[in-house]
């Protein structure tokens, strides 16, 4: 029976030899049965690891002849590092035991997303009716700011008091933003793509961030020339903003930290370096972790989304010496990555198709352009871009996109704003929303960043 059921199985007799190593186990563990059966349990100590492993656990119950119930190792198999859950009893009083166990990664890793997105409806709950309510009151205070601000002009002490009490609430809103942004990522794509000069925004951040702090040490290198990348202004701030912040609160709020830009060709890094306690245990990006009292735990993690969904990444490490560095990658636009790339376009009005052509073929690309889904060569063949209006004939930009390969990377072109908030569908690719009109350069940016991309 043993040998037919689809729970794997491995059981041994009571000289320690397997006796039942069924097929379910052999697909687990990537070791044939004819490899395991017959064989004692100490010569399967040097067996592939997740065999070995599951075998001292037989072992162990064996000597002290008590059996375990649902747990759990991390053991490495021909699919890579997983999660097996196992449960072993032991047979009568002459040492005889079976163990059952299954590989149990993915519904681990189901019960994670589900636990966490049960998290997110909660505080999207709770976010969605805070930002509701204290909307008004921070523009009512803003505005009140600036009154008494005008009133008080010849008044250098008082003006210095009204710009702290606006910062303060431009930052209450920028927070609230932020965490509403997590909460609903897809609701920012309704904007469109953009493409955002860094250097200028880092000094502006490092100096709004002098002003908050006062006493603070931050030290500033900028990349030579003028590098742009593909988040909009607000996203590109609270990245950037919430390094600095988080750099300056492990170093007791006055640093020091060094932020600091350089670039290739193809490439800009932005690192912030501070001299605080190291690096935390466990995963700083992931959602709800946090060490401190009072924090939600979405910062960085909402840094790592916004760096994602832009083609870039982002690493933390220890510094030499004391301290954390987080390092951002992010593309830059080249065009001459269109030389040679294989693009696809479909776009039912007939004089912007014939100059979207124009523009790649200037930079070198290969282009099909149809006018609409059914004119699409058959097989819905591997592209590099697949540049899409979204209202077409006959089917949506989406539909087009849903059947192309997996991985194929997508540029939504349409005026309709819900073009963007409909790439929520895609979310196995890389998709980007351009709104029409659109400057040329801007169109050979982004579609050059989605080709760098696959």
Same mark, same amino acid.
């Given at each position: 029976m043993l040998q037919h059921v689809q729970t794997a199985a491995m059981a041994v007799d009571d000289d320690g030899r397997v006796g039942v190593y069924n097929p379910a186990a052999a697909r687990v563990l990537g070791v044939e049965v004819d490899d395991v059966v017959g064989r004692d349990l100490e010569s399967l100590a040097t067996a592939p690891p997740a065999l070995a492993a599951?075998?001292?656990?037989?072992?162990?119950?064996?000597?002290?002849?008590? +059996?375990?119930?649902?747990?759990?190792?991390?053991?490495?198999? !021909?699919?890579?590092?997983?999660?097996l859950g196992y449960t072993v009893s032991i047979l009568g009083e002459g040492g005889a035991a079976a163990l059952f166990f299954a590989d149990i990664t993915d519904a681990l890793a189901e019960e994670r997303r589900a636990a966490e997105a049960q998290r997110f409806a909660e505080v999207g709950q709770i976010a969605s009716a805070m930002a509701h309510e204290l909307k008004s009151p921070?523009?009512?205070?803003?505005?009140?700011?600036?009154?008494l601000r005008r009133a008080l002009a010849d008044q250098p002490a008082a003006v210095h008091q009204l710009d702290v009490i606006k910062d303060q609430t431009r930052c209450c809103l920028e927070?609230?933003?932020?965490?509403?942004?997590?909460?609903?990522?897809?609701?920012?794509?309704?904007? +469109?793509?953009?493409?955002t000069p860094l250097v200028p925004l880092v000094r502006?951040?490092?100096a709004d961030q002098r002003r908050?702090?006062?006493?603070?040490?931050?030290?500033?290198? +900028?990349?030579?020339?003028?590098?742009?990348?593909?988040?909009?202004?607000?996203?590109?701030?609270?990245?950037?903003?919430?390094?600095?912040?988080?750099?300056?609160?492990?170093?007791?709020?006055?640093?020091?930290?060094?932020?600091?830009?350089?670039?290739?060709?193809?490439?800009?890094?932005?690192?912030v370096a501070d001299k605080g306690t190291g690096l935390p245990d466990g995963d700083v990006f992931a959602a709800f972790y946090s060490t401190k009292p009072s924090g939600a735990g979405l910062g960085l993690w909402l840094v790592r989304r916004l760096v994602v969904e832009a083609g870039g990444s982002i690493s933390a490490r220890d510094r030499r010496g004391g301290g954390a560095v987080f390092e951002v990658e992010l593309p830059l636009p080249r065009h001459e990555r269109l030389r040679g790339a294989d693009l696809l376009v479909v776009e039912d009005d007939e004089p912007l198709r014939a100059a979207s052509v124009a523009a790649l073929e200037a930079c070198g690309a290969g282009v099909t352009a149809v006018g609409a889904g059914k004119d699409v060569p058959n097989g819905f063949r591997a592209w590099e871009c697949a540049?899409?209006?979204?209202?077409?004939?006959?089917?949506? +930009?989406?539909?087009?996109?849903?059947?192309?390969?997996?991985?194929? !990377?997508?540029?939504?072109?349409?005026?309709?704003p819900a073009a963007g908030a409909a790439l929520g569908e895609l979310r196995e690719r890389r998709a980007w929303y351009l709104p029409k009109p659109f400057a040329v350069e801007t169109y050979l940016d982004l579609v050059s960043l989605l080709v760098g991309s696959t």
């Open positions: 599951l075998a001292a656990i037989l072992r162990e119950a064996r000597r002290s002849g008590r +059996g375990e119930t649902r747990r759990q190792i991390e053991a490495q198999t !021909p699919a890579g590092a997983r999660t921070l523009a009512t205070v803003e505005l009140y700011a600036n009154l927070r609230i933003r932020a965490i509403m942004h997590s909460i609903n990522p897809d609701a920012a794509r309704v904007g +469109g793509a953009a493409l502006a951040v490092v908050r702090c006062e006493g603070s040490v931050i030290t500033f290198k +900028g990349a030579s020339g003028d590098p742009r990348v593909a988040l909009g202004e607000d996203d590109l701030r609270s990245v950037v903003g919430n390094l600095v912040v988080n750099a300056l609160e492990v170093s007791g709020g006055k640093g020091p930290v060094d932020v600091s830009l350089r670039s290739d060709a193809d490439t800009v890094y932005v690192r540049i899409l209006d979204y209202h077409l004939p006959d089917l949506t +930009g989406v539909q087009i996109a849903a059947r192309l390969p997996a991985g194929t !990377p997508i540029l939504m072109v349409s005026g309709d």
